[in-house]
């Protein structure tokens, strides 16, 4: 009768290699979770609707009150067209940022009204009186969604532009690849280089563990899909995202590009004053200047 304290084949086999994979195994587990957590958090404070539920009210210039499909719900958007669209005028697609709803914009869209130029607001997914739940993924829908009532009612313009301000630049470039074949160029204003740099900007996460936290938002990485002219406006004094934020998204683009460098005004102030607005408006009407 065999001994049962005799060793078996299994036996005589060394255990730390077991011991190893187990070890791997907890590691892989315990690194996707925290990826998976990091990113949740990351997400919602990328991402922050108003709290104004109140609706849009009235933007003071003539305008259209629109309800667009976006996926599985509806989100709200402006309409205003400038008398000056039916003699192929100029036309914006505005992409708000934090923060804001289409009542926020209202001032935009007046300035750009009087400018002569047309323009197309909308409330992303979960800001204002938008449904659905803001997530990168559903703001990138609403991107598409806006975008093809925008062509379609700017069919006669003489340029269309797509123009993001901070978490607006962010949207606007998630969905660059599809949205630049139907405009004439690109304004980023008050835009960040990536989620993951924010996250070792503010402290929360050390540089050595950035790869933890996921790319929500990699706009060096998308800003080189786009082949449109590109202006982009940036304050020196901005608190929020440094100016070197833009100065790497400009080298980034590879197409006919420009800086407008700020030297006044925090983040919050953006397109607040008349000064700001003159190169802007420039742009949608002309475009750049690429003479070397």
């Keep these: 009768m065999p001994d049962?304290?005799?060793?078996?084949p299994l036996d005589l086999l060394p255990r730390w290699p077991l011991v190893v994979v187990i070890a791997l195994v907890v590691l892989a587990i315990t690194t996707v979770s925290a990826r998976w957590y990091i990113g949740k958090r990351?997400?919602?404070?990328?991402?922050?609707?108003?709290?104004?539920?109140?609706?849009?009210?009235?933007?003071?210039?003539?305008?259209?009150?629109?309800?667009?499909?976006?996926?599985?719900h509806t989100?709200?958007?402006?309409?205003?067209?400038?008398?000056?669209?039916?003699?192929?005028?100029p036309a914006v697609l505005l992409f708000h940022p934090n923060r804001s709803t289409l009542g926020d914009q209202a001032g935009i869209q007046q300035v750009l009204y009087r400018a002569g130029i047309s323009s197309l607001a909308f409330d992303y997914s979960g800001f204002g009186k938008s449904e659905g739940d803001p997530t990168p993924a559903a703001l990138r829908v609403d991107a598409r969604a806006a975008f093809a009532v925008f062509t379609d009612s700017a069919r006669a313009a003489g340029r269309g532009v797509l123009l993001g301000t901070s978490l607006g630049a962010a949207v606007l470039l998630d969905a660059i690849?599809?949205?630049?074949?139907?405009?004439?160029?690109?304004?980023?204003?008050?835009?960040?280089?990536?989620?993951?740099?924010?996250?070792?900007?503010s402290g929360r996460v050390p540089r050595l563990a950035s790869w933890l936290v996921p790319n929500l938002y990699d706009n060096l990485t998308a800003i080189r899909r786009l082949t449109r002219p590109l202006l982009v406006v940036h304050s020196a004094q901005d608190e929020v995202f440094p100016i070197e934020h833009a100065e790497q998204l400009l080298?980034?683009?590879?197409?006919?590009?420009?800086?407008?460098?700020?030297d006044r005004g925090g983040h919050a102030t953006?397109?607040?004053?008349?000064?700001?607005?003159?190169?802007?408006?420039?742009?949608?009407?002309?475009g750049l200047d690429v003479r070397p």
């Excluded at 049962?4 to 078996?8: K, S, T, V």
């Excluded at 080298?251 to 460098?261: D, N, Q, V, W």
């Excluded at 397109?271 to 420039?282: R, T």
Aim: hydrophobic share 40%.
């Design 177 to 201: 690849a599809e949205l630049q074949a139907g405009v004439d160029g690109v304004v980023l204003v008050g835009a960040f280089t990536s989620a993951r740099d924010l996250a070792v900007q």
């Design 270 to 286: 953006y397109l607040s004053s008349d000064a700001d607005w003159l190169p802007v408006i420039e742009f949608i009407r002309r």
């Design 75 to 89: 989100i709200r958007a402006w309409w205003v067209r400038a008398p000056t669209l039916d003699s192929a005028g």
């Design 251 to 262: 080298e980034a683009a590879s197409g006919p590009k420009r800086l407008e460098r700020l």
């Design 42 to 72: 990351a997400g919602r404070q990328l991402i922050v609707p108003s709290t104004d539920t109140t609706g849009p009210g009235n933007p003071g210039v003539p305008y259209a009150d629109l309800v667009l499909t976006s996926g599985d």
């Design 4 to 8: 049962p304290r005799a060793e078996g």
